[in-house]
């Protein structure tokens, strides 16, 4: 394997997870709106398994994001703003699911 192919196979990486955070992100932000909408359905039950997988892509991306390189500045913060709306959507959908803690 050459400096090149090993550059590339790096930036393939980079770019894999950064994808893998921009779609674990949306599916998060998918479960939560889920979560409220289970909620004003009345369907607790349900909010509760929704409100749970938005909270652990949330997780994910807090565990995964300090893992992007310095070239991927402008993608950590859109990420960062993105994971910033989703806990705030965490924190008051919980609200609203009796006996629900985060």
């Known amino acids: 394997m050459?400096?090149?192919?090993?550059?590339?196979?790096?930036?393939d990486c980079h770019?894999?997870?950064?994808?893998?955070l921009q779609v674990d992100l949306k599916m998060?932000?998918?479960y939560v709106h889920i979560a409220l909408t289970r909620v004003s359905d009345g369907d607790m039950p349900s909010a509760e398994r929704?409100?749970?997988?938005?909270?652990?892509?949330?997780?994910?991306?807090?565990?995964?994001?300090?893992r992007l390189s310095a070239?991927?500045?402008?993608e950590r913060k859109q990420i960062e703003c993105g994971l910033a709306e989703l806990k705030k959507l965490l924190a008051e959908s919980a609200d609203l699911i009796p006996g629900l803690h985060t």
């Open 50 to 66: 929704a409100h749970k997988q938005a909270q652990k892509a949330f997780e994910t991306i807090l565990k995964f994001l300090p």
């Open 15 to 20: 770019r894999t997870l950064l994808d893998f």
């Open 71 to 74: 070239q991927d500045a402008q």
């Open 28 to 30: 998060g932000m998918t």
């Open 2 to 11: 050459d400096a090149h192919e090993l550059k590339r196979l790096i930036a």
